[in-house]
């Protein structure tokens, strides 16, 4: 069974890899244009640092790549290890862990369903049950001594509230955080303890894409008005 699971992922891996060259080249990546926001957003930035928990693919829905083709670096983060291969591979400039980010450090499971899908989530389903390192996002900062961030993107199937709670804000401050809201309507995330969290520690909920919502440091809000000039 092992070799079995080990072939499909060797595989697997080459298919992504297939995958990254023939990805079609379009105006945005990601599924509702998310991406686009970013851009503008960072658009006279043209260095910085990233940070992607549940970063998925190097450049299919990604929010990131416009910045690393921008000459800006960063942590991309995810529970499979597939993944974290196809980010070695295509952003060797980057940090690239595989990991759980969550409220605690230590060990915790994950859940995979196959290869091919890689939806995988902490949350117990059916699928492969695979044992992964797990930090909080503030550790794992300190690990790789990253100082500060300019961006913060979390999708991590229904545990973004452990990403967020493991921040020290008073420590490091992005001016932009984007987190996908997967089953939430405008007034239940309102109500979100994500939502609490966010306005507790001075960001502004500025924008939703689909199920992706964008907030702002107070302090830099005023980015988002000469976006919106333009």
């Known amino acids: 069974m092992k070799q079995i699971f080990l072939k499909n992922k060797f595989f697997y891996f080459f298919y992504k890899i297939k995958k990254i060259f023939i990805t079609k080249k379009k105006y945005h990546l990601a599924e509702f244009g998310e991406d686009i926001f970013v851009r503008r957003f ?5 260095q910085g640092f990233y940070v992607d928990v549940g970063c998925y693919h190097p450049i299919k829905s990604s929010l990131t790549y416009y910045l690393y083709r921008k000459n800006w670096k960063g942590l991309n983060i995810d529970l499979s290890a597939v993944s974290i291969d196809l980010f070695k591979f295509s952003r060797p400039k980057d940090y690239n862990i595989q990991a759980a980010i969550t409220d605690f450090d230590g060990k915790t499971f994950y859940y995979e369903n196959s290869p091919i899908n890689q939806q995988n989530s902490l949350d117990e ?11 909080k996002l503030n550790t794992l900062l300190e690990k790789n001594k990253i100082d500060s961030f300019d961006y913060l993107n979390i999708d991590v199937e229904g545990n973004e509230y452990k990403v967020i709670s493991s921040i ?3 420590k490091y401050n992005p001016k932009l955080i984007s987190i996908e809201f997967n089953n939430y309507e405008i007034e239940e995330l309102i109500n979100s303890e994500i939502h609490k969290c966010m306005k507790k520690n001075n960001y502004k909920l500025i924008s939703k894409f689909g199920v992706t919502c964008f907030y702002v440091s107070d302090k830099d809000v ?3 008005h000469k976006i919106m000039s333009l």
């Open 168 to 170: 020290d804000f008073e």
């Open 222 to 224: 005023n980015l988002v």
């Open 42 to 46: 960072f658009q006279n930035q043209n």
């Open 125 to 135: 389903k059916d699928g492969n049950k695979i044992e992964v390192d797990a930090y």
